[in-house]
């Protein structure tokens, strides 16, 4: 008579874990935040980076919607080389007067070599947090709760998310047609070209 209780104690369990997030608020240390962070860029995982931030909630909108729109050009680039070649990719990068359009330079991932030399780096004790030295200011570190945070207004994101948010959109719908027998690389890339110009946004 134990065992169906058993089973639902079990199944129970199951759920609540499925349900807990992938990734707990916070580092425990500056330096296990500052890895994490990092790492989402990565991978282009907005959960995984947002876990490590700290910040006003259209600061936190942007960063999600960045790193998300980031995931789909990574996405759409891998299917495109593979269906056309690395050359067909290069000419996102430049202007096509034949068909009237310009260059458009899609956001990219972070270089293998760079990714690993950024997770060398250490952060370094300033006042009651720490910093990590880049090219565009110090990221800040801070201690929220017991738990270490990246200051999200020291982490270089500007802008507005709707730009990447139409460009999330863009990139999702285009990606399916991609390697379809009426398409050709370069009719995708001008018709991909001209939906972005006429958002206006771009």
């Known amino acids: 008579m134990k065992m169906p209780i058993i ?11 499925s349900a807990a997030p992938l990734w707990a608020q916070g580092g425990e240390s500056p330096g296990k935040a500052y890895r994490q962070y990092i790492d989402a860029l990565f991978r282009a995982d907005p959960d995984q980076a947002l876990a490590v931030i700290a910040g006003r909630a259209e600061q936190i909108d942007f960063i999600r919607t960045f790193i998300t729109c980031l ?7 891998i299917k495109y080389i593979a269906a056309y070649g690395q050359s067909e990719w290069d000419k996102f990068s430049q202007d096509e007067p034949a068909y009237g359009v310009r260059a458009f330079n899609l956001p990219d991932t972070i270089p293998l070599n760079t990714y690993r030399a950024l997770l060398n780096k250490q952060p370094a004790p ?5 910093i990590v030295s880049q090219e565009n200011g110090n990221m800040r570190i801070i201690q929220q709760g017991g738990r270490w945070y990246l200051k999200a ?3 270089g994101f500007e802008g507005r998310s709707s730009q990447y948010k139409i460009l ?3 990139l999702r719908e285009y990606q399916t047609r991609i390697g379809a027998s009426q398409e050709t690389p370069a009719g995708l890339r001008v018709a991909m070209k001209r939906a972005l110009r006429r958002t206006g946004q771009w």
């Open 168 to 170: 999330t959109a863009v």
């Open 7 to 17: 089973r639902s104690a079990v199944l129970l369990f199951s759920l609540v874990l």
């Open 126 to 130: 300033s006042g009651r947090g720490y």
């Open 71 to 77: 995931g789909a050009s990574n996405a759409f680039r």
């Open 153 to 155: 207004g020291t982490l």
